[in-house]
């Protein structure tokens, strides 16, 4: 806790009939949070917004004091976090160089020194000796992360900084990361881009609601973060989502009426997790409260995320008119889907009528296999390939 945090609570804890009923819906940002950087290491912190990484940071570089535990570190620290913070907007961009400077620890003979690499760094020659209220604020931010791009330090802060200026500069940005790092620098790094925690980042840290979820190989970490996050998203009901009638069919949202789904293998076996190329089976329980002469049975594969992957409706022949209680199954696949996470939702209507019947829940399986980036697609498709 910081102390403009313990003043502000000082007075709710004066005045309170007890001291400690203050505390009673207590917050913990981390709990129980216990982990290493060797020197030298570059470890990476993953997780949601909220999830504490952050309040990491802040607890290591000392803007703020945990409640209970220790925090060791040997060797000078230096945190890319809040980029620009203490820049004065009246002052030049050579003013707040040293200014800046001085704040992140730099003495002012160190800071003449680095001078001539901070400014060819950021690429503000021109402008240097304007007000930084005139800068954009692309001119802004390249500034704030030279000078502290070119601060000395042992292990390095790194709070989603990569992002700034254009795409030119934030291959610059990189490039300098990865020079600290081939040089020694520990470096602890906060980041929700996947593709920069797995290429620059030796091992990884899963953050969840305040505690560690995972840690270990960075690609390991990453998956976990992916599947928590696919798990989350199917149990929040965002693959249920209702989509929008078709060829002016009513729909009814209605759970009573679809009262179970069961996910089989061929062998007729429960199961959660299938082949990309393994066909299963999808078993439905209905109790519908009218009569469908023309009954119509469609299944969706969504996508966790809620996009629909594909659809397969029953035959318009053959197909017996219901009423009340019964079962319809269908075999589906294979649906050479991507390794992820996915739903089934199942619908039950009448050709002729304007209803269509469907459950407010869905039943979740797994794609079997190691789950790929964001940009991978939905479908795995095999493809030959020819040299000319």
Excluded at 272 to 300: N, S, T
Excluded at 315 to 333: C, D, T, Y
Excluded at 355 to 368: C, D, G, Q, T
Aim: with cysteine.
């Amino acid at each position: 806790m910081s102390m403009r945090e313990a003043l502000a609570q000082l007075p709710r804890k004066l005045f309170s009939r007890n001291g400690a009923q203050a505390d009673d819906h207590m917050f913990l940002a981390l709990d129980d949070v216990s982990f290493q950087v060797e020197a030298g290491e570059v470890l990476g912190i993953i997780g949601h917004n909220g999830a504490g990484k952050s309040t990491i940071l802040k607890l290591l570089s000392r803007v703020a004091f945990p409640t209970r535990g220790h925090i060791h570190t040997r060797g000078r620290m230096a945190a890319l976090i809040e980029l620009g913070a203490g820049f004065h907007p009246d002052l030049s961009g050579r003013e707040n160089i040293y200014l800046n400077g001085s704040i992140l620890g730099l003495k002012r003979t160190e800071i003449e020194a680095r001078f001539s690499d901070i400014v060819e760094f950021s690429e503000l020659g021109t402008f240097i000796d304007t007000p930084v209220k005139r800068y954009s604020s692309g001119m802004y931010v390249r500034l704030a992360f030279a000078v502290a791009a070119h601060v000395t330090a042992d292990i390095l802060l790194v709070d989603e900084v990569l992002s700034v200026g254009d795409m030119s500069f934030q291959r610059k940005c990189l490039a300098k990361m990865a020079e600290l790092r081939d040089s020694g620098v520990t470096i602890v790094y906060i980041s929700h881009n996947m593709w920069s925690v797995s290429n620059f980042c030796g091992r990884a840290l899963l953050l969840r609601r305040g505690k560690i979820a995972a840690e270990g190989a960075t690609d390991d970490v990453i998956q976990r973060y992916r599947q928590l996050d696919r798990e989350d998203m199917l149990s929040a009901g965002r693959a249920s989502a209702i989509p929008e009638a078709q060829a002016g069919k009513r729909l009814r949202s209605d759970e009573s009426v679809i009262t179970k789904i069961e996910l089989l293998t061929m062998d007729r076996q429960p199961a959660k997790e299938f082949g990309a190329d393994e066909q299963f089976i999808v078993r439905c329980h209905y109790d519908v409260p009218e009569r469908l002469e023309h009954p119509m049975f469609v299944i969706r594969v969504n996508r966790f995320d809620g996009l629909l992957c594909c659809a397969v409706a029953s035959p318009k022949q053959g197909v017996r008119p219901v009423s009340g209680a019964g079962v319809f199954e269908a075999v589906i696949g294979p649906l050479h889907l991507l390794p992820d996470y996915y739903s089934v939702q199942p619908l039950i209507g009448d050709r002729i009528k304007t209803v269509v019947y469907m459950p407010v829940s869905s039943e979740s399986f797994r794609i079997k296999g190691e789950l790929l980036g964001e940009n991978s697609g939905v479908f795995g498709v095999s493809a030959e390939w020819l040299t000319l």
